[in-house]
Every structure is written in C-alpha cells, then in structure tokens.
C-alpha cells in the first residue's frame, strides 16, 4: 500500500462526470430558529432520563454540539413527504406462527447475574427517587471531573 | 518456510479449498498457522477472546469429513474470526466495554452459526471500539487501542518495514486500524484468519478494512440475520463481511445471509448463491457518479482516486454518468440524530440486574442503575445516550425527529 502510493498531480483531468469543485449549499445559521435548547433545567433532566452523569462541562458541551447538528435540518423542507418508519419501506416484515418453540432455559437466564437469590435477580429498593444534582456545578471550574473522583 | 504458510500470504478461499480437498494442507496446519501468526502478532491487539482449543477439535472433525469427501460448503476447514459483539455461546462476549466485561451469551447469533454449520472454523472474538461508538480509530476499547499491522515494527522482525525517510517506526509510533472493526480487519489483513465478521452501522466495517487494506463489505440491510448481533442502531446495523478478496466476501456473504425467523426484518430473497463469474462484463453497466458527494473538505488524492474510479469503469465498457442526491449534504446530520435515538434505547438495557457489570451502590434501584451504568460506559458512550434522550423529549420528537423521517 505505502510503497506503491501514487502521487496525484492537481493538473490530471478529472473524469467528465467528477465535479471539480464542492457542490454543497452554505447553510446560514442565523435564519435557523434556536429549537434545541439546552439548559440547566434540561441537564438535569437528562440526567435523571439517562441514569448517567455528564462528568464535566465538556460533556455538556458534547450535547450542545450534537444539537446545533440537528438543527441544520431545519432547512429541509419536508412538506407532504410520507414519514419512513422501516427501512424495508413496503415490504412486510416476517411474522412467526404463535407457537412455543422455546423454554426452560432458566439456567441460561439467571447465569450472567451478577446477583441472584433463589431463582430471583435482586434489586434494591425502588420508589426512591435519584438524587440529582444542580447542573450549575458544570460551570464551577474547581469543580472536579467525576471521572477522576 | 513451509508452503502451506507461504499461501496464506495470497490465498483466495476457492483455491485454499482445493489445496484442503486435495490433502496437500491439511485443516488442523491450517489453523495452527493462523494460531502462531496470531501469537506472533499479540502486539497488534487485535484479539480479545481465543477458540483455539475448540478450533482445533473442529478442525480434526473438518479434516475427516474433507479427506471422505464429505465437505459442507467451500468455507469447511477455513479459519475465521467475529467481531465481540457477536454473542457466542459459552465463549466470552465483551463489547470491549466494562459493563458486559464477563457476559458470556447462552446462544450463538445466527450468522456465525450459519458460517459454523458450514465449517468454518471460529478462532477468536475480536477488539473494536467500545460499545462501537468513539472515535473511528478503535482506541477506545477496554483493552486498548488496535495497531495498524503497515509500518508497524513487528517484534520477532519478520518483516522489516521502515519509512521512506529512512527513519525507523517506533514502537510507540503506531498508526490506527480504523474502527469499530478494527480486530477484524488487523486480522484478516495479517492473516490470522482468512475471512472476519464485523458489525456495519456507519461504516465499521468499511473504514477499518480501507485503513488495513482489505475488502469490508456492508450488505444490504436485510440480507443477513441481527440475531445475536448487539444492536447499536437497529434500523441500520448490519453484520459484515472482511477478506482478502472480491471473491471470498462474495462466499461468506453467500454463506450467512438468509432469512431468519429469529429476525423478522431479514429478506429472503430467490437466488441467495451469491457467486461471481469468472469473467466480469460490465459493458453497458449504467454507472452513477452523485454530484453531491464532493463534499467541502474532500482531500485532492480522494477527488483523484474518484475520478480513476470512473475512468476505470468507462475503459471497461460501463456508461458513466453523473446523477443527482440532493440530501446528501443533511445525511450526517440525519444519521447523527436517528443513532443517538435508537442508541439511548439500547443503552437502556444495562442496567446490572440481569446480566453486565453491577455497581456496589444499593442504597436504591435508580442509584444503583446509575452507579452501574457510570462506571461501565465511557464518555462517548454516554454523550450518545444524553444526545439521544435529549432528541427523545416529548418537546424534541415533533420538532426534530419527526422532521427527521421525512428528510
């Protein structure tokens, strides 16, 4: 691979067909209204919704990235076009009879925990709600990364 | 140097097989061949798990049925290897993340079984990127980055490799194998197995394979069972094929699609064999080149690479024209909502009570999920997860999702 790696010249001709130069549109992001807001109350939320924390303000960061992503398609316009829900589009997918053709596997199922107790997963107990902290303390720059904790 | 290891440097699967039918190689050398050169090749970290004992004892029963002329398909006797997120059955499937570190499946997905019945002989689970979401050079694995085998200074120096500059590589100057697939395709590429399966959602079998300079092969989503294949993106996952050649992605291909009623979105389709012809004739082959597809920040030697594509089409006979994807600039964008959706939903099943890693916090079941899930994801993984929840908001679905499916 490396030693027979050609060196293009800029000067080859392109095929007819290549196009010389980026054919993409410039999005303007100023006409694009702020839908995806993420703020305090947002962190914590998600917080709460994803049972994981954001470790540091670069993970608050992360999300705001993706969401400025996201709201470059507003540009698209989608009017009167039918929503895709299956990747097969019409076809129908493959539906099996109602008939038990598997079982007893008890063993099987209980193997991979890491905590059982008499054929039963054990867990504490619920009904209690998470303890979620304020999202300001991913501004405090003293504040430690919680991975490093 | 024996033969048998000299044609594992070139090899393709019909022509290994006829030297397995004819006894001049037998399965069993076969196999500890790619056992050694995969011992030899550790530093390249492409391997989480190993089968060897088990390979050895399928190779001796490959072996009888080959020598009584009784072999099952062209893939019996030939060594190969599958991703770790392939459940295996008994055999440890890690996703080279902490939080299914000891998992070991009950079941085998259908695609490997369907290689197995063939008899294909399974080696090893390989690396790939945590959870298959990080950066797209497969470092983020629990047991560490995957080594590009180019320009890599192996230890026993088989081969000596040093740079156009005269300067030799160092051992800590070691290039990226591409990911999620990065194992599979150090694998096949060095010859420790002759064919690989990987997972493809974006590209996970395809980039690493152009990094390591094999043939990666996404199939049309459909064609082969997700049964036992950890779902990252269950719209757009597929399992995929690495191999040296053309030819053999097209027998592993042929060998393992089908449809499965263990997966209601697998397509049967009429003709599932899957063989190229020896003599391939494009003439009149309407060839499209997407216009949009030069996108702003394309290199000058893809562009060129680009274009000796469509030249080499033309020489052969094929109508190369150009065509139009107006969307394609979006599809990024597209993709990087869809995926974060669907990956916060999968992600949603660990949460250390039936299976994975399991935290020491009891103090309640939230906490628990929480304690457990924060040490077994890493920071990608978990940006995902928040990304995809965010766009799951009641207040997001209409605005962001909705307008998602129709672009």
Not at chain 2, 7 to 18: E, V
């Amino acid at each position: 691979m490396f030693t027979s790696r050609r060196s293009y010249s800029q000067d080859e001709k392109l095929h007819k067909s290549i196009p010389a130069k980026p054919t993409w549109h410039d999005v303007d992001r100023s006409t694009l209204s702020k839908r995806g807001v993420v703020d305090d109350a947002t962190v914590e939320l998600l917080e709460r919704l994803s049972l994981v924390n954001f470790n540091n303000q670069a993970g608050v960061k992360t999300l705001m990235d993706a969401v400025a992503l996201a709201d470059t398609l507003q540009v698209v316009d989608t009017t009167g076009v039918v929503p895709m829900d299956s990747v097969l589009e019409d076809r129908d997918l493959n539906l099996r009879d109602d008939i038990i053709t598997d079982g007893n596997c008890k063993e099987d199922v209980m193997r991979n925990a890491a905590l059982t107790f008499e054929d039963y997963f054990v867990a504490p107990p619920g009904n209690i709600p998470l303890e979620t902290k304020p999202a300001s303390r991913y501004r405090d720059p003293d504040e430690e990364d919680q991975d490093k904790r | 140097m024996h033969r048998s290891s000299y044609r594992l440097q070139a090899y393709q699967d019909p022509k290994l097989a006829k030297e397995l039918r004819s006894g001049e190689v037998s399965v069993s050398e076969l196999c500890n061949r790619c056992k050694e050169r995969a011992s030899k090749l550790n530093s390249l970290n492409a391997l989480v798990t190993t089968t060897f004992e088990q390979a050895e004892k399928h190779a001796l029963e490959s072996n009888q049925r080959i020598q009584s002329g009784n072999a099952r398909h062209i893939l019996d006797g030939i060594p190969f290897a599958v991703k770790d997120n392939f459940s295996t059955k008994g055999i440890r499937t890690t996703c080279a993340s902490k939080i299914l570190q000891n998992y070991i499946p009950a079941y085998t997905a259908t695609v490997v079984e369907k290689l197995e019945e063939c008899g294909a002989i399974l080696m090893a689970k390989q690396i790939w990127m945590n959870l298959q979401w990080g950066d797209s050079g497969c470092t983020d694995s629990i047991f560490g980055p995957t080594r590009n085998p180019w320009l890599y200074p192996y230890k026993e120096r088989e081969v000596t490799v040093q740079r156009s500059d005269t300067q030799e590589v160092q051992d800590t100057d070691w290039f990226i194998s591409g990911g999620s697939s990065g194992g599979s395709a150090v694998a096949v590429a060095t010859g420790m197995v002759l064919g690989a399966l990987g997972s493809d959602t974006g590209g996970s079998t395809r980039m690493p394979a152009s990094i390591c300079g094999v043939v990666g092969l996404k199939p049309t989503y459909g064609l082969s069972s997700r049964h036992g294949l950890i779902p990252l993106v269950n719209s757009v996952d597929v399992p995929g094929v690495l191999s040296k050649t053309v030819d053999d992605a097209a027998v592993i291909l042929g060998a393992m699609c089908g449809a499965d009623p263990l997966d209601s979105t697998t397509v049967s389709l009429p003709d599932q064999s899957f063989q190229l012809p020896d003599e391939i004739d494009i003439k009149g082959l309407k060839v499209g080149i997407p216009q949009e597809y030069h996108s702003p920040r394309l290199e000058e030697e893809v562009l060129q690479s680009w274009s000796k594509a469509a030249d080499l089409f033309e020489n052969a006979g094929a109508k190369v024209i150009p065509v139009s994807l107006p969307h394609t600039q979006y599809s990024l964008a597209c993709y990087s909502v869809l995926c974060a959706v669907e990956v916060a939903s999968n992600m949603a099943r660990y949460d250390g009570i039936e299976f994975g890693h399991r935290s020491q916090d009891h103090s309640s079941t939230e906490a628990l999920y929480a304690a457990s899930r924060h040490e077994g994801f890493n920071q990608v993984v978990r940006g995902r997860i928040f990304a995809g929840n965010f766009f799951l908001l009641r207040r997001s679905v209409l605005q962001i999702c909705f307008n998602l499916m129709t672009t």
